[in-house]
């Protein structure tokens, strides 16, 4: 199992830009979640799903979109870039069932600079 | 929201030495996981413990959930256990969202 792979690992962008940062799982866990990490900082979770076709947001979701449209994938999607959102952004997946919650298994990250 | 506080900050160790680190939680939780962030910016999922004691062999957790907190133990430290180590919960209802400490960064030289 290749585990939590996201794309790309490193990126720049200008003001006022938009991209998607890609994940994707093999595990066939139903639980999907993203996070930024603020140097310095621990992690924030920005949106989270509970399967496909379900997303809800965390602690630090504007500027932010997500979709769930397979069990696998998992993108988030930036539309007007901007300074504050130069972070390193990490995604991750777990199984749980609602009342019992397993370990989150993390992505590489993906390092976006905003300029 | 459930607060995670981590001590200490910083650690500085010599080599071989042995270490302690602590993770302490504001609420009842479901879910503590311990991990390693090295230089690289790589999170390495070291122990998923909500309760108990686990081992993997020089590190070893507990969590005393009934007093709301865990330990993180590094025996004979090696130069590779430099990083920071962050513990993350997750609350006891219906919330499966991790909150995260603001890590212990530890540096062992050689």
């Known amino acids: 199992n290749a585990g939590v792979t996201q794309t790309p690992k490193f990126r720049i962008l200008k003001i006022g830009q938009s991209m998607t940062l890609q994940c994707t799982q093999d595990m066939n866990h139903n639980y999907m979640y993203w996070y930024r990490q603020d140097p310095g900082m621990g992690l924030k979770l920005i949106y989270y799903?509970?399967?496909?076709?379900?997303?809800d947001k965390g602690e630090v979701p504007n500027g932010y979109n997500v979709s769930r449209s397979t069990t696998e994938d998992f993108p988030l999607r930036l539309e007007l870039a901007a300074p504050s959102q130069t972070s390193v952004y990490f995604c991750?997946?777990?199984?749980?069932?609602?009342?019992?919650?397993?370990?989150?298994?993390f992505g590489p990250g993906t390092r976006l600079t905003v300029l | 929201g459930i607060q995670v506080e981590q001590s200490p900050p910083d650690l500085i160790l010599q080599e071989g030495a042995n270490s302690t680190l602590r993770c302490n939680f504001s609420d009842s939780v479901n879910n503590l996981q311990w991990f390693h962030q090295n230089p690289w910016g790589q999170l390495i999922n070291l122990f998923y413990i909500p309760s108990g004691t686990k081992q993997n062999g020089r590190l070893s957790a507990t969590t005393v959930a009934t007093e709301r907190y865990s330990l993180l133990y590094i025996s004979s430290s090696q130069t590779t256990d430099s990083g920071v180590y962050f513990c993350?919960?997750?609350?006891?209802?219906?919330?499966?969202?991790?909150?995260f400490g603001t890590g212990t960064r530890l540096t062992i030289i050689p």
């Open positions: 799903s509970v399967g496909a076709g379900i997303t």
């Open positions: 993350a919960v997750g609350g006891a209802f219906g919330n499966e969202k991790l909150t």
């Open positions: 991750a997946s777990s199984f749980a069932t609602g009342v019992f919650y397993n370990e989150q298994f």
